[in-house]
């Protein structure tokens, strides 16, 4: 039996990534993707690009985090086929909402990602919350914000991930929660969502 490739999105500070924990401890055998992965030599050029240091053009930025992501598709296919669990912290949606808020036609961007075969989750969880919220967040996790971590440039990303959601891009389900809701009540409410999917 094929397994479940299932995908956490949101701009920052949304509380994906306490979701995904959340998860993988509820799912004990899945295998976890986290993007952009900083182990390997383009993710050390992006590290470097969020921390500021160097300077990408949008079509950089976006072919940067899309081979990013595309080295692990025959991985996630196989480990699909062999009937696990895939989370993603992050994924092609990523991209697109980013590098479109930095100036990459988006639409441009959806004809590659289709072009390249990238594999659809069979859910994708948007953690829904709003630009002010996300600046307040993050300056509470960190001194200082990475370079997207803008109210008016999250305020785009948003705008994109909603898009892409309506449009229904990629993805076999799009499901849209409210980040202002207790870190429990969503943790609850998606693993009730992924219940019913099976």
Not at 119 to 127: H, R, V, Y
Not at 128 to 134: L, N, Q, R, Y
Request: aromatic share 10%; with cysteine.
């Amino acid at each position: 039996m094929r397994g479940k490739l299932i995908c956490f999105e949101g701009i920052d500070g949304s509380g994906k990534g306490t979701q995904v924990r959340a998860m993988r401890r509820r799912m004990p055998g899945s295998v976890l993707f986290t993007y952009p992965d900083k182990n390997w030599p383009i993710g050390s050029i992006i590290s470097s690009f969020l921390e500021k240091k160097v300077s990408l053009s949008p079509a950089q930025q976006f072919l940067l985090y899309l081979a990013d992501i595309h080295k692990d598709q025959e991985k996630i296919r196989l480990m699909l086929e062999s009937g696990k669990t895939v989370i993603l912290d992050r994924y092609i949606f990523s991209t697109l909402a980013y590098q479109g808020a930095s100036g990459f036609e988006i639409q441009r961007g959806e004809g590659i990602a289709k072009e390249l075969g990238f594999i659809p989750p069979d859910i994708t969880f948007l953690i829904d919350i709003d630009p002010k919220t996300s600046v307040l967040r993050k300056r509470k996790q960190n001194k200082s914000l990475e370079r997207f971590e803008k109210q008016r440039f999250l305020t785009r990303a948003r705008k994109n991930y909603l898009s892409l959601t309506k449009e229904k891009f990629l993805s076999k389900k799009w499901l849209v929660l409210d980040g202002r809701k207790g870190e429990a009540d969503i943790a609850e409410e998606i693993r009730l969502l992924v219940l019913k999917s099976r």
